[in-house]
């Protein structure tokens, strides 16, 4: 089942301006991670932010986290053409022995227009 | 170079004929995982690996089959292809599962470069 749901689906924006996407999830989580994937290839790691932190930033990324609204945003600043792609949040779950889950939800789709 | 490598990369088989789609990482990583992913449904988790000989069902497990004899291998297995099963492919693996808070190591996730797989 789906846990992690972006919003917008797609974005377009001009280079130089700021891409925000959220990530909406159900139940309590330990972490979330954010994920860009360019066209048709892996998914390569972000950021990720623990259930315990608000805010974290890592070069042009900002991520914040709203455990009591079960939410949390990406901010990309300054983007670039090369920030063309699609963005995922995952969130997981641990609660002892073998049983972690790791869901993706259907991601963001960003397009940076020189 | 640190990476997760799956094999083949493009496939085109028959409805029923049994395949096996690799995957290897060279990270000595604990955890492993296949997601399948498809237009309008993003990824969805097949089966997951703890550590060796230790595997779990993801959200979409039917009709696939996984084992994990060796830390560095996590094979999908699909016994009798359906064209249901068309569908992009990823092998993902990690360090160590992060628990709650306190944790230094993250769970973050290193993916292969994915499998298309066409069931006709």
């Known amino acids: ?114 | 170079e640190a990476q997760v490598t799956q094999n083949p990369r493009y496939l085109i088989t028959v409805t029923g004929k049994k395949l096996t789609v690799t995957c290897s990482q060279n990270m000595n990583h604990e955890y492993m995982s296949w997601y399948r992913q498809d237009p309008g449904l993003g990824l969805r988790q097949i089966y997951y690996s703890m550590n060796v000989e230790v595997t779990d069902k993801g959200d979409v497990p039917e009709g696939y089959k996984v084992s994990r004899k060796e830390k560095r291998n996590f094979p999908l297995i699909l016994e009798s292809p359906s064209p249901n099963q068309t569908s992009l492919y990823f092998c993902a693996s990690s360090f160590r599962v992060p628990t709650s808070g306190r944790a230094k190591n993250t769970g973050e996730l290193f993916f292969g470069e994915g499998s298309r797989l066409t069931v006709l």
């Not at chain 1, 917008?8 to 130089?16: K, Y």
């Not at chain 1, 994937?37 to 998914?43: D, E, F, P």
């Not at chain 1, 042009?60 to 901010?75: A, C, G, I, M, Q």
């Not at chain 1, 053409?81 to 889950?101: H, I, M, P, Q, R």
Request: hydrophobic share 30%; aromatic share 8%.
């Open chain 1, 1 to 114: 089942s789906q846990q992690g749901e972006e919003d917008p689906q797609a974005l377009s924006i001009q280079e130089g301006e700021n891409a925000t996407m959220n990530c909406s999830y159900k139940t309590s989580i330990n972490n979330l991670q954010w994920y860009r994937q360019n066209s048709g290839r892996g998914l390569v790691h972000l950021i990720l932010i623990r259930s315990n932190e608000r805010e974290k930033h890592s070069g042009r990324l900002r991520v914040t986290l709203d455990t009591s609204k079960k939410s949390s945003s990406l901010l990309i600043t300054a983007s670039r053409a090369a920030d063309t792609a699609s963005y995922f949040c995952a969130t997981d779950l641990y609660s002892g022995g073998s049983n972690y889950k790791l869901t993706f939800g259907k991601g963001t789709l960003l397009t940076v227009n020189p």
